[in-house]
């Protein structure tokens, strides 16, 4: 039913062939394909830039322009509608963007101010930065007219994410007579370069128009890339005489927890109170070495409950600072894809990293301290962490260690391998991972990943290994992707994540992206399948899925879809479902339908809708997710949900009902409050976050 962490069951896929796979390891394959590559000079000014939106300090006249954005959507390779220009300065800690968007101003659309905005409904501006010119890592910043801030490290040429990460820049924007201007301030210590004399970096911009759902770039990037695809970037060049910095930055915190007793004789009230410290310090521009002690995490946003109507554990993303910095580093697994019909959820992770610190349960365990080395040296990635967890009256100490190391090869490719040891308080606990892996874009339309993994524990040491290998082809008409796992019985990888083992998994995909022409109400036509399906290791059918949908995108950024499923489902054990019903053992055949729609999420009103509807089991299901929200732009943003679930079985019946709340207000882009409020009617549990930072 309901799970808030996930369960101790593992599991997990492995990937197989994928087009039919033509696997074109030549030179043109593993060389960039040639094009124009922009270049914009950067200007040293040795004024100080008063960072107040207006472009007035006569140093930004001496910077050359970047113009001339190219759209990707709805014109794709046409000339952006509205002008953006951009110029840049540096001194010697930081870089400034001056940038000038025209438009007419009562167009301009504002829907958030809060750290982490929705890119999707505002106007915005965005830069791509790759600060060691590798074209596979860097950060994109983006800002909306209101000054809200949207930040992600980068890795693997765009194919890699960590957006919770929130570096330390800052921006301010004044709306103009034909547009807005915008100056922004990066220091170097939050971004790294090149310890060179003349530092070359890559570097991209992206403007979008909200109210014409235009995207443009000011170095062309096809629609199915993000700003983040930096193999794509142009070069910002003229940067000189950067001393190198030593950032040290400090955080001490105190924590306390006010708990009242009521004895039956006089009440016992308690105020615990602790402190902690986390340090940061860069050895090099590529090496950072993090410390932590009384590691706390309060301030982290509760995960969202979901309810849960298979047999296996649910993925919940990691929120913690402390984890969440170089995370992409130590990725290793289902390599998660930028966006659209192709993406998957994670389905293995071999370092999962909410194995530490938090119970099955998700209830947060005393991590007595830590440390983390990561970053890059040459052609090297590099990641080592080692933390303690304490012991509770429930749990025993362990202490986790992490060393993950990949190399560039070729243009965009690389290898890597990983280790992982968890060793318990007691003698003879431990379980130790070891894998490698290989990651290949051996062109810009297509990629082969694959890894060889093994676990050791006590006397599991057999049957033990997981293998995997995908591929995927997409340009800008269709895409298809397959993937072939396969995963032994005593695979366990205890700090990672692991849906099911002990089976071989088959996954085939396949889409179009037909786009209509002009600015027409239909932007796009998304026809999709999807096949999946599991064996056990004799090849004995567990789990069959197909999936045959259509998406339609509209030019005001709705949505809706439809879709017939088909499943099949071998139980060789009775799947209990719900504390009063269990489905038995056995072979079950069913099928459903569904359909979504979300409205455009900048208006006033919004909602979205979730249906799915048909046989399940030797029953029936209904499940319906409803949303609805207000937004008065840009401070305040609310929004319920509610979601349905009816289950009817022969073995019986069941709702499971889910109603979320939540409220948003920001005073302004650097002061926010928030709540976060959901009731599960099943368990009867309310679940309340409340924030203000």
């Given at each position: ?384 962490l080692n933390i303690h967890q304490q012991d509770t009256d429930d749990f025993s100490s362990n202490n986790f260690t992490v060393t993950r190391l990949r190399r560039d090869i070729f ?136 999936r045959y949908g259509m998406q339609i995108l509209f030019r005001d950024g709705s949505r809706f879809g439809i879709d017939y499923n088909t499943h099949f489902e071998r139980l060789l ?121």
């Amino acid at each position: 039913m309901t799970r808030s962490q996930l369960n101790p069951r593992t599991a997990l896929r492995r990937p197989v062939c994928t087009l039919g796979i033509a696997i074109f390891l030549t030179a043109a394959g593993l060389a960039q394909q040639g094009r124009d590559e922009k270049v914009v000079t950067a200007v040293r000014t040795e004024v100080p830039i008063e960072l107040d939106g207006h472009l007035n300090e006569a140093q930004w006249s001496l910077a050359s322009p970047a113009t001339g954005f190219i759209q990707n959507s709805p014109r794709d390779r046409e000339p952006a509608t509205d002008r953006t220009v951009v110029r840049v300065l540096f001194d010697e800690e930081n870089l400034y963007f001056g940038v000038y968007c025209y438009q007419d101003p009562s167009r301009i659309v504002i829907s958030d101010l809060g750290r982490d905005f929705g890119v999707t409904e505002n106007d915005v501006f965005g830069i791509g930065l790759d600060t060691r010119h590798d074209h596979r890592n860097g950060f994109v910043f983006f800002t909306n007219p209101g000054e809200a801030k949207e930040d992600a490290q980068v890795a693997s040429d765009g194919l890699e994410f960590t957006r919770d990460w929130d570096g330390i820049w800052d921006v301010v924007t004044q709306v103009q007579p034909d547009g807005w201007t915008i100056e922004i301030v990066i220091p170097f210590k939050t971004v790294g370069y090149n310890s060179q004399d003349h530092p070359i970096m890559g570097i991209n911009f992206k403007r979008r128009i909200r109210h014409k759902n235009e995207d443009s770039h000011w170095g062309y990037i096809p629609r199915r890339f993000l700003l983040s695809r930096f193999s794509l970037a142009g070069r910002l060049v003229g940067l000189r005489d950067i001393p190198r910095s030593q950032n040290l930055r400090v955080k001490p915190f105190l924590t306390s927890t006010f708990t009242q007793r009521d004895l039956g004789i006089e009440e016992n009230d308690d105020l615990d109170a602790e402190a902690g410290l986390d340090v940061k310090y860069r050895l090099s521009e590529g090496l950072t070495l993090d410390l932590t002690l009384n590691t706390d995490f309060s301030q982290v946003e509760v995960d969202t409950q979901q309810i849960n109507l298979t047999r296996f554990s649910l993925f919940f993303p990691e929120k913690r600072d402390f984890f969440l910095e170089n995370a992409t580093l130590f990725a290793f697994g289902d390599v998660p894809t930028e966006r659209g019909p192709r993406s998957r959820s994670q389905e293995t992770q071999l370092f999962y990293s909410r194995r530490i610190g938090l119970s099955p349960t998700g209830l947060a365990l005393p991590l007595l301290g830590g440390a983390r080395l990561s970053g890059r040296v040459g052609k090297f990635s590099l990641g080592i962490l080692n933390i303690h967890q304490q012991d509770t009256d429930d749990f025993s100490s362990n202490n986790f260690t992490v060393t993950r190391l990949r190399r560039d090869i070729f243009s965009r490719s690389e290898i890597g391998a990983i280790f992982i040891n968890r060793e318990g308080g007691e003698a003879g606990d431990y379980n130790r991972t070891y894998g490698l892996d290989l990651n290949m874009q051996l062109r810009q339309e297509f990629t082969v990943n694959g890894f060889i993994a093994a676990t050791q524990s006590p006397e599991q040491n057999e049957k033990n290994v997981h293998t995997k290998i995908s591929s995927k082809w997409e340009n800008a008409f269709w895409y298809t992707q397959g993937l072939f796992a396969d995963i032994g019985e005593n695979f366990n990888p205890q700090v990672g994540f692991v849906p099911r083992r002990g089976v071989r998994n088959y996954q085939y995909d396949l889409g179009f992206k037909p786009r209509t022409k002009g600015d027409a109400y239909v932007r796009e036509f998304q026809p999709n399948t999807s096949i999946k399906y599991f064996t056990d290791r004799d090849n004995r059918t567990l789990t069959k899925e197909g999936r045959y949908g259509m998406q339609i995108l509209f030019r005001d950024g709705s949505r809706f879809g439809i879709d017939y499923n088909t499943h099949f489902e071998r139980l060789l054990t009775p799947f209990r479902i719900h504390p009063t019903v269990t489905i038995p053992v056995g072979d079950y055949f069913f099928n459903n339908w569904g359909l979504q729609y979300s409205s455009d999420r900048s208006k006033l009103l919004f909602g979205s809708l979730l249906m799915l509807q048909g046989d399940f089991f030797d029953g029936e299901r209904t499940t319906a997710r409803l949303g609805g929200g207000l937004a008065l732009r840009p401070n305040l943003l609310t929004e319920l949900t509610y979601e349905y679930n009816s289950v009817d079985v022969q073995a019986g019946d069941f709702r499971a009902d889910l109603y979320g709340l939540r409220f948003n207000y920001s005073f302004n882009p650097k002061v926010f409050f928030d709540a976060f409020v959901q009731y599960n009617e099943s368990t009867g549990k309310v679940l309340t976050n409340l924030r203000f930072n």
